[in-house]
């Protein structure tokens, strides 16, 4: 089956550095990719909706100049946490959206913002 | 708006023991309702959908109902194994261009 990549599994910083994850689907071209951001016992909330070649649209409450999304190519968008704090840390996992519109997730990215 | 709640884990079973793990749902209209499941390591995979009330989605051995009248999705396998621990998502979706909403994710681990 289609397979989407997401880089790295995990990652720990310090307070005030910048992370970047990347999501790439490896054998189908996603004009569409979700990134999402599951606190502890939460829900997985949708952070942002990625199309290729245009700006990503964030849902309510979500700092769009803090979590910089790229969606560069067919095959890969990238989320930049920026200026990272604890508060930050979460689990962040990304899907795309295949031409038959099926869904595919990346493994997803633990951050740990010390 | 749209929101998915499904039961707290973790779960815990013995091998062969059966397995449900409820879900109820709010939303407007008749959305899709879809199970999936994540495994250590892994990216979540779709276990099984069902796109209208009444039908019944199956994959793996596990079965999920969509019940328009109780807007429940409840996730049963008869028999578990070991190879199932893993975490299993409840989500919903009213359309292929819109965004899933999960639930919390409930963990189920299975003990030979």
């Known amino acids: 089956g289609a397979v989407v990549s997401q880089h790295p599994s995990r990652v720990i910083c310090k307070s005030g550095t910048s992370v970047k994850i990347e999501c790439r689907s490896l054998?189908?071209?996603?004009?569409?990719m979700f990134w999402y951001r599951q606190f502890p016992k939460q829900s997985l909330m949708l952070m942002a909706t990625s199309n290729e070649g245009s700006k990503a649209t964030y849902e309510q409450g979500v700092e769009k100049d803090k979590f910089l999304i790229n969606h560069a190519s067919l095959t890969l968008s990238t989320l930049t946490v920026t200026s990272a704090h604890p508060e930050d840390s979460s689990f962040y996992i990304c899907?795309?959206?295949?031409?038959?519109?099926?869904?595919?997730f990346g493994s997803g990215t633990q951050l740990s913002v010390l | 708006g749209d929101s998915v709640t499904q039961m707290e884990g973790p779960v815990t079973l013995s091998e062969e023991a059966f397995l449900t793990i409820n879900c109820t749902y709010t939303a407007t209209g008749y959305p899709s309702l879809f199970w999936y499941v994540q495994y250590p390591g892994e990216g979540l995979q779709l276990l099984l959908k069902?796109?209208?009330?009444?039908d019944k989605g199956s994959n793996k051995g596990f079965e999920a109902t969509y019940r328009k009248e109780t807007t429940s999705f409840h996730l049963e396998k008869g028999s578990v194994q070991v190879s199932d621990s893993a975490v299993y998502f409840c989500?919903?979706?009213?359309?292929?261009?819109?965004?899933?909403?999960f639930g919390k994710g409930t963990r189920l681990s299975v003990i030979a």
């Open positions: 989500a919903l979706s009213h359309s292929g261009n819109t965004p899933l909403v």
């Open positions: 899907s795309a959206r295949d031409p038959n519109e099926k869904l595919f």
């Open positions: 069902a796109t209208k009330a009444d």
């Open positions: 054998d189908f071209q996603a004009t569409t």
